[in-house]
């Protein structure tokens, strides 16, 4: 896994400080077999840490191991990983230097402490986690502190949200109960906040807190080698990461028919795998989707993208937008008429949700419930029930039996739209009004927002399956999702596993 992880304290003296720092490296020649002491840059291992910034001398509480670095190989993957003060790679060093200031500061859990994602395409993507640890000599009590997670895809640090916050919340708990026990023992001891009030009643205590040092992290816990295991910690943080975390390309829009070659794999630079495919990678973009869809077989001339926009000029807006929503928010989704008019707005509808919450019935003698199929098509001598929230209802009109002036095409859903609708909805609704994207680059656009909603469901279901209950929305804020976009996002985990966790 390709990311910095930080340890950040907010020193009462010099403000955010970084403190200690593990990252990865890798060597990416796989035909030298020998066992290196370190596998990555040379003069990495040559660099120090400067005990100067910003022409301020450094106090015990901004300090951690000084010079002293801590290096773990794992020899079977050609890595190390290498923990410092201060990053040992400048660039690398200054983005920490910036996002521990924003991690300490303005980046802040509503609750002050707990687990926010800032970032951009130029500073790079944080994910962090703010606590603090019971300090008997710090005011208040306590001393501020954070792990932050730095990486320069943000894709695949929000993808890997659970497992960091599972797996730092269990650091952050063993170096509190640490804490804890040496703050009772020295309150047992001499109670502070006594002997504070005793010493500020007598006039003695100004000068003397002002000029107190904070402590190291190493007195605040009592345990000698507290860096030692932090190390240890991050390094399996890191490497269970890069076992378990994989970049794959989104199997829905490859060929199914793929032969891969695992024998020819490729690490990169960026912490990923390139995997070889022994033939050509078509994308299934332009393709007939008709041979994954064999009850859409008959209607193979038209795209999606196409019907869409047909449906939407014989609904108009309004009704279009009911439809729209009912699609991508788990309301069933009846049409009734000749087939295959019928069959052309089943398999436009339905392919803007993924394929595993799509369940299809393109001819019934009978009505079905939605939980049988969430989307149904009757011809129209089938019964099917009154209008409700639950079920959308297409009718098509036979053009023999449609009366002048009136629409051939009529919704009939007695749901109300939200004052919000979801943000993949107005996407949709404005691409399909844009007249410079042909039908076959919407195409594309709609399979690409597809994969990106797919995405957020599944990092926000498997929050709920690792039993976080309580508010996800700063998750879903990061995710660029918000309380409009709930029930969609509830919607398509239907499609997912029921624990996955």
């Known amino acids: 896994m390709n990311a910095a992880i930080a340890l950040c304290t907010f020193c009462e003296i010099h403000g955010p400080k970084v403190i200690f720092t593990t990252q990865t490296y890798r060597n990416y020649d796989m035909q030298n077999t020998e066992k290196l002491k370190f596998y990555g840059p040379k003069e990495v ?18 300090q951690s191991i000084g010079n002293i670095k801590y290096l773990s190989n794992d020899h079977d993957t050609r890595t190390s990983f290498l923990s410092a003060q201060q990053s040992l790679m400048q660039d690398i060093g200054n983005l920490l230097k910036h996002a521990c200031i924003r991690s300490l500061s303005c980046e802040v859990h509503p ?27 710090a005011r208040g009590f306590r001393r501020w502190y954070s792990f932050i997670v730095f990486m320069r895809d943000k894709q695949f640090l929000l993808n890997m949200w659970p497992f960091l916050i599972d797996n730092l919340k269990e650091v952050i708990r063993e170096l509190q ?45 009592n345990e000698k080698h507290v860096f030692v295991r932090i190390h240890m910690w991050l390094v399996w943080i890191l490497s269970a990461g890069a ?70 000029r014989l609904l108009g807006k309004d009704q279009f937008r009911q439809l729209l929503y009912s699609c991508l928010t788990g309301v069933q989704i009846l049409v009734r008429g000749p087939k295959i008019q019928r069959l052309e707005s089943l398999y436009g509808l339905s392919s803007l949700v993924p394929r595993a919450c799509r369940r299809v019935k393109t001819q019934t003698s009978e009505y079905m419930d939605p939980d049988a199929c969430n989307f149904i098509g009757v011809d129209t001598s089938v019964a099917v ?40 909805l107005v996407k949709i609704e404005k691409s399909l009004d844009n007249e410079k994207l042909g039908n076959s680059v919407l195409r594309a656009h709609f399979a690409t927002l597809q994969e990106e909603w797919a995405n957020i469901a599944k990092v926000v279901h498997a929050m709920h399956g690792r039993g976080h209950r309580g508010d996800l929305s700063g998750l879903m804020l990061s995710l660029g999702a918000g309380p409009q976009d709930k029930k969609l996002l509830d919607a398509w985990s239907m499609g997912l596993p029921s624990n996955p966790a």
């Open 111 to 137: 609750g002050k402490e707990g687990v926010c994602y800032f970032g951009d395409e130029y500073r790079g993507h944080v994910l962090s986690h703010t606590f603090t640890l019971k300090d008997a000599q």
């Open 45 to 62: 291992l040559r660099q120090c840490h400067v005990s100067l910034e910003d022409g301020q001398d450094e106090c015990e509480g901004c």
């Open 385 to 424: 029930p009154l209008p409700c929230a639950n079920v959308c209802r297409l009718d098509i009109i036979l053009n023999e039996h449609q009366v002048e002036n009136t629409n051939s095409h009529i919704v009939k859903w007695t749901g109300v739209l939200p004052a919000k609708l979801p943000t993949l």
């Open 243 to 312: 076992r378990h975390f994989v970049e794959v390309f989104p199997m829905s829009l490859l060929d199914d028919e793929i032969n891969y070659s695992f024998d020819n794999q490729i690490e990169t630079e960026g912490g990923f795998t390139l995997v070889n495919a022994k033939l050509p990678i078509n994308l299934n973009l332009y393709s007939d989707e008709s041979k994954f869809s064999p009850e859409f077989s008959e209607i193979t001339e038209k795209s999606t993208a196409l019907i869409l926009r047909d449906l939407k």
């Open 177 to 221: 109960d640490f804490a804890e026990k040496r703050y009772n023992a020295e309150e047992a001891e001499c109670p502070q906040r006594a002997m504070r009030l005793t010493t500020a009643n007598n006039g003695a205590g100004c000068h003397n807190a002002s000029t107190k040092q904070s402590r190291t992290l190493t007195d605040i816990t």
